[in-house]
């Protein structure tokens, strides 16, 4: 899940000085122009990353770059580089500028993603299901594609990239059929990327994230509907602490990876749905 313009936290002291420096390593994070990409941005900008920020609208890139780019101030570098993650050319172009700023790739957060419009399967119209896969799985899979190329031709050899799943690659929402769908198909899209990255030093974990404040889930703070066919408001979570679990995992040594993590609201309804 992704996406809202209020996510921007402060990180406490302690948290901050508990965080190795990046090093000047090289972050890649799509959707990062509102909600957990921008969340996941500002925590990497403030723990010495260079970031370079991808998702369609330059405005809102910018917007991201001028909040956090402060952070970094004589360190690392903050990039806007508008990009639709369903087109295979922009998609090359973004990599193409990491590698000419950069020289290499360390992690990419893979975040892109939509819900799509909700309803009953039956009514779900073939251009709306398409819209969804172009975007959550075949806009992931071709920033994950670029990414491992990257991270296997450069010297030294390797990097990271952290998928961002679902609550719903585990369980369905009611008419949900195109999310759902994707966000299974983006755990299979980990695991080949796992087992493929092997030879190379490239480590692929997923973040499943339930319930945290963004545009995309204000409907879940106004009432959703429910499995048992009744509307509920749900309890949701800060972003920013989805945004300190990337951190943790890109943090990690390439000899170690979170394959999978789940990240969720306490009280939201997620055991036992479905």
């Keep these: 899940m992704a996406q809202n313009e209020s996510a921007a936290h402060g990180t406490d002291e302690a948290d901050r000085e508990a965080a190795a420096p990046a090093d000047g390593k090289v972050a890649v994070v799509t959707g990062a122009g509102s909600g957990i990409g921008r969340a996941v941005a500002q925590e990497l900008i403030a723990a010495g990353w260079h970031v370079v920020l991808a998702g369609r609208r330059r405005e809102t890139l910018d917007a991201t770059a001028d909040r956090f780019g402060h952070l970094g101030t004589e360190g690392p570098a903050v990039v806007p580089v508008p990009t639709d993650v369903t087109r295979p050319d922009d998609v090359d172009a973004l990599f193409a500028a ?36 172009d975007v959550n799985l075949t806009g992931a899979f071709l920033c994950a594609q670029a990414a ?27 008419h949900s059929i195109a999310y759902t ?94």
């Design 98 to 133: 990491v590698r000419d700023r950069f020289g290499r790739l360390d992690l990419l957060f893979n975040n892109a993603g939509t819900f799509g419009r909700p309803g009953p399967l039956e009514e779900l119209s073939y251009e709306d299901w398409r819209a969804v896969v």
């Design 181 to 274: 769908a994707t966000k299974h198909a983006v755990t299979g899209l980990t695991r080949s990327l796992s087992l493929d990255g092997r030879p190379y030093r490239i480590a692929c974990g997923q973040i499943d994230i339930g319930n945290a404040a963004t545009e995309m889930t204000g409907r879940m703070q106004t009432g959703i509907l429910q499995a048992n066919g009744q509307t509920a408001v749900e309890p949701v979570m800060d972003a920013a602490d989805v945004a300190r679990t990337v951190r943790h995992m890109a943090s990690l040594p390439l000899e170690a990876n979170v394959q999978f993590a789940t990240v969720m609201a306490t009280n939201m309804p997620y055991i036992g749905r479905g």
């Design 148 to 174: 491992f190329r990257t991270m296997k031709e450069q010297d030294p050899q390797g990097g990271r990239i952290i998928n961002n799943g679902s609550i719903s690659a585990h369980v369905p929402r009611p």
